[in-house]
């Protein structure tokens, strides 16, 4: 079946640096996607959303860009923080969610 | 305020034995979620319920595996039989609309090991 998948499982930055986690999906009929952030031993939490009427969505030091013609998007957290490691996974919501494996995100020092 | 809440926190069953999982959604909330965790996946979805009716259980791995939420509030994943493939985290979402299309809140999980 179609899947949404992600492009590196861990990806290692400094902190104070940008990070940038892609993800790829299949569904050309998705229209709405959703990056979750995952701590141990915790659920998924809500960091930012994108329609597909959009191309770009920007929060507080995060930003989701959406690539329709490639199905591809990305969650930019600039600044990274320590605070930031995490398990971070892209979802396309199809009423259920549509979770991909995840990239975990390790901020050293 | 009051979020998403499971429980227990962690289950420890048996082969064999039945489980029953609790989700507390957030109050007022319309649809509820289960997902299944595997160790360093993404989760599953297994079933939806809009108020009491259950939508969608095509998630659900097998005939062993069984969801209500009676009175369209708290809900139970029930599962029968335990076996060690059956060993996951067990995720529950709210959302506030009907259809599902705004943002999940998820609860903590609870972390089943069947032995």
């Known amino acids: 079946g179609e899947s949404v998948g992600l492009h590196l499982p861990t990806l290692s930055v400094q902190e104070g640096d940008n990070s940038i986690i892609n993800c790829a999906y299949s569904?050309?009929?998705?229209?709405?996607f959703i990056w979750y952030k995952q701590e141990s031993g915790k659920g998924p939490q809500f960091i930012i959303d994108i329609r597909s009427n959009m191309d770009k969505r920007q929060g507080q030091r995060v930003t989701v860009l959406l690539n329709k013609t490639v199905k591809h998007l990305s969650l930019q957290i600039a600044a990274t923080q320590p605070g930031d490691s995490a398990v971070y996974f892209c979802a396309e919501n199809l009423n259920a969610l549509n979770f991909g494996k995840g990239t975990s995100l390790l901020v050293t020092p | 305020g009051a979020g998403v809440s499971q429980s227990p926190r962690y289950k420890v069953a048996k082969r064999g034995q039945d489980v029953a999982l609790r989700c507390d959604p957030i109050s007022g909330h319309v649809s509820l979620f289960w997902y299944q965790q595997a160790l360093g996946q993404g989760p599953e979805f297994l079933t939806y319920f809009q108020n009491e009716a259950q939508l969608d259980k095509s998630g659900l791995p097998s005939d062993r595996f069984f969801a209500e939420r009676p009175e369209g509030s708290v809900s139970t994943l029930k599962i029968q039989r335990t076996q060690q493939e059956d060993s996951a985290v067990y995720l529950c979402?709210?959302?506030?609309?009907?259809?599902?299309?705004?943002?999940?809140?998820f609860g903590p999980g609870t972390r089943l090991t069947v032995t």
């Open positions: 979402a709210s959302s506030l609309s009907r259809f599902g299309t705004d943002e999940q809140y």
């Open positions: 569904n050309s009929a998705s229209d709405y």
